[in-house]
Each structure stands twice: as C-alpha cells, then as structure tokens.
C-alpha cells in the first residue's frame, strides 16, 4: 500500500459507507450522526472513532494501518472558511494582484496546436472583496481543485463562504474568466 491522505469533512447527517477513491484500496467511510461515530473500512479491517459534524477529518494511509486524525481549524473567521474548502495556508495572497500574476503564469501545452493555454479558472465575489482561482487537471470536469485564494481585510467571512460554496456546489461564483 502507497502512502496517500484522504480529508473529509463530517457533515450533519448520517452518510452509508462511502468510496475512498485510490486506485487498488478498497477503503470506505460511513458516519452515523446519531451516534456521532465515523467507520472505516480498509481491506475488511475496521476502525471507528467519535467525531463531532462538521469536523475535518484526515486519513493517512502510510503503508500499515491508516490514522484518522481530527483536523484543528484555523481561528482567523476567513482561513477558516478557506481551509473548510481545502485551501491551506500557503495558498493565500495577501495582494489580490500577486495572485492574478502568479495564475497567469501557469500555463499547459496544447497538444492540438502547440499553444500554451491557461489551467486556472479566476472566481471573484459579487462586490470584488475575495478572488478564488482553481486549478481544473486534464480530463476530469466540474469545479477544479483549490489554487490560490485572496479576501480583502475587511471581506465578511460570510462573503467568502457564499463564493466558496457556490464555486464547489454547483455554481460558477460570483463571476469567473480565466487569467490572461
């Protein structure tokens, strides 16, 4: 078995055994709200522990018996809506400019025709308080994995939630267009 980590954060209700997605594990998840225990399954071996909804778990996979540890979340009220969406610490910009130009940067080859063309997809809050940039690899669809993110010093964390979840729930944010 490789080593890998797996996070998930615990919502408010119950959730049937759920796939860990890595190829040649078959490992699972299930949490019972009543409870308030999670399980999993890991090649027929099981592990429950007591976690509270909406905590962050981690599961480390490091070749033995995987560790479940309980994620402590950052104090700052705009980190912490951040980090609920797996954007770590050093993804934050602290100059909203600083982020455009390093996702400006990133670029992939086009193997049509040579091209660079930009990976990063910019999201920016309603009224231009925080900057999301996500990162979408090759193949896969929907809203990307977390790149950088920017909030102004006086961003409501309720602003930042209302992008974050609207960029990784369905919607597209506020407003997005890829960085040129």
Same mark, same amino acid.
């Given at each position: 078995?490789?080593?890998?980590?797996?996070?998930?954060?615990?919502?408010?209700?119950?959730?049937?055994?759920?796939?860990?997605?890595?190829?040649?594990?078959?490992?699972?998840?299930?949490?019972?709200?009543?409870?308030?225990?999670?399980?999993?399954?890991?090649?027929?071996?099981?592990?429950?522990?007591?976690?509270?909804?909406?905590?962050?778990?981690?599961?480390?996979?490091? %070749? %033995?018996?995987?560790?479940?540890?309980?994620?402590?979340?950052?104090?700052?009220?705009?980190?912490?809506?951040?980090?609920?969406?797996?954007?770590?610490?050093?993804?934050?910009?602290?100059?909203?400019?600083?982020?455009?130009?390093?996702?400006?940067?990133?670029?992939?080859?086009?193997?049509? %025709?040579?091209?660079?063309?930009?990976?990063?997809?910019?999201?920016?809050?309603?009224?231009?308080?925080?900057?999301?940039?996500?990162?979408?690899?090759? &193949?896969?669809?929907?809203?990307?994995?977390?790149? &950088?993110?920017?909030?102004?010093?006086?961003?409501?964390?309720?602003?930042?939630?209302?992008?974050?979840?609207?960029?990784?729930?369905?919607?597209?944010? &506020?407003?997005?267009?890829?960085?040129?």
């Amino acid at each position: 078995m490789s080593h890998f980590t797996y996070q998930l954060i615990i919502p408010d209700q119950s959730f049937a055994e759920r796939p860990i997605k890595y190829p040649s594990l078959p490992a699972s998840i299930s949490y019972n709200a009543e409870a308030q225990a999670a399980t999993l399954t890991v090649d027929g071996w099981q592990k429950t522990v007591t976690i509270p909804p909406g905590v962050k778990l981690e599961i480390r996979f490091n %070749g %033995g018996l995987p560790e479940i540890l309980q994620l402590t979340p950052p104090l700052n009220p705009l980190r912490h809506v951040a980090w609920l969406y797996g954007f770590v610490q050093k993804m934050r910009y602290y100059h909203e400019l600083d982020l455009l130009k390093a996702a400006a940067r990133v670029r992939r080859r086009n193997p049509a %025709g040579g091209d660079s063309i930009p990976v990063l997809t910019v999201h920016k809050e309603r009224f231009k308080r925080a900057t999301v940039v996500t990162y979408l690899p090759v &193949g896969q669809s929907g809203a990307g994995q977390p790149w &950088g993110w920017w909030a102004d010093y006086d961003c409501p964390s309720e602003a930042l939630h209302a992008l974050m979840q609207s960029i990784f729930q369905g919607g597209t944010g &506020g407003g997005t267009d890829t960085p040129s």
